[in-house]
């Protein structure tokens, strides 16, 4: 069964937030484990946590993502950066656990200046302080664009932080068809070739949920640009031969394209009607 859904706001709480994937024909979504831009977060009530548990079941919801915030650059050199990137992780990743959440994904971040070495041995070092082991939660590298000193543009480096990690069994993979492309690997005319990589690089096991985008940008451009899917350098046909390829159909699909949510319900009810 396809498991599809989109980048949802939890402004009116996570029952409503259910509610509105429902009311979209989705049976997943994304959302954010704390204010994307700042530090913030909600304490829900137990009434509300059972409610969000409550329409999860009824409704057969997938796995769900969250999105550690955009503010979190655990790859930094500087130390009040650092120290809140590493707090933001381990109070995230106990937080999202608690919900019983199953996938939380993070930008892997930048190193500004320091080097992809140092800034690897950094994200390593966080990720430490974080990850137990004895968690359910698994906590996915972003693959990435490699604009500036961005970390995760090439699999090779979402490799050195996994097996660097005291648990890596723990750690895992989401693809994001935008920044891959925008990465330089050719989803468009050589989808297996990449998936082929992916796996001799890091095993394909490892693959857990794909941010499905198009692009406003062309091929190699390290540009993040999302695109509405259809919309841009991609394609339509070439992201619904993601979707349909045999080691990727089975898992989740999160789509973060500029759209609101009546957007996102008629784009998901669109990527149904194709597969």
């Known amino acids: 069964m396809l498991t599809i859904g989109t980048h949802m706001s939890i402004a009116k709480g996570l029952a409503k937030t259910a509610e509105n994937v429902v009311w979209m024909e989705a049976n997943t979504m994304q959302i954010f484990s704390r204010n994307p831009r700042g530090s913030n977060y909600k304490i829900y009530t137990e009434q509300e946590i059972e409610d969000f548990q409550r329409i999860r ?6 796995a769900l ?3 550690a915030p955009y503010t979190m650059n655990l790859a930094s050199d500087k130390d009040s950066v650092y120290e809140f990137a590493c707090t933001v992780m ?10 019983n959440i199953e996938y939380m994904v993070f930008h892997p971040g930048s ?4 080097g992809i070495e140092r800034g690897i041995s950094n994200i390593i070092r966080g990720l430490d302080q974080a990850i137990t082991g004895e ?5 996915l590298l972003e693959t990435m664009t490699g604009k500036g000193t961005e970390i995760g543009e090439r699999f090779e480096h979402l490799k050195a932080i996994r097996e660097g990690a005291k648990h890596p069994e723990r750690i895992g993979i989401c693809l994001d068809t935008c920044h891959v492309f ?11 070739g990449v998936l082929e990589e992916f796996d001799r690089v890091l095993g394909i096991e490892l693959l857990k949920a794909i941010h499905l985008n198009d692009s406003m940008m062309p091929l190699g451009s390290h540009k993040d640009r999302h695109a509405v899917i259809g919309q841009g350098e991609i394609g339509m046909e070439a992201l619904l031969s993601v979707m349909r390829h045999p080691l990727l159909k089975e898992l989740p699909f999160y789509l973060e394209t500029p759209l609101d949510d009546k ?10 009607g194709n597969i």
């Not at 925008?182 to 297996?192: E, S, T």
Request: hydrophobic fraction near 35%.
């Open 182 to 192: 925008a990465a330089g690997y050719d989803i468009v005319h050589n989808l297996n």
């Open 111 to 114: 190193h500004t200046g320091v």
């Open 135 to 139: 968690e359910k939660i698994t906590v």
């Open 90 to 99: 381990r109070e995230d990743v106990a937080r999202m656990e608690e919900l």
């Open 65 to 67: 993502l969250a999105h």
């Open 263 to 272: 957007g996102h319900k008629e784009e998901i009810n669109m990527l149904k």
């Open 57 to 62: 079941r009824e409704n057969d919801f997938g």
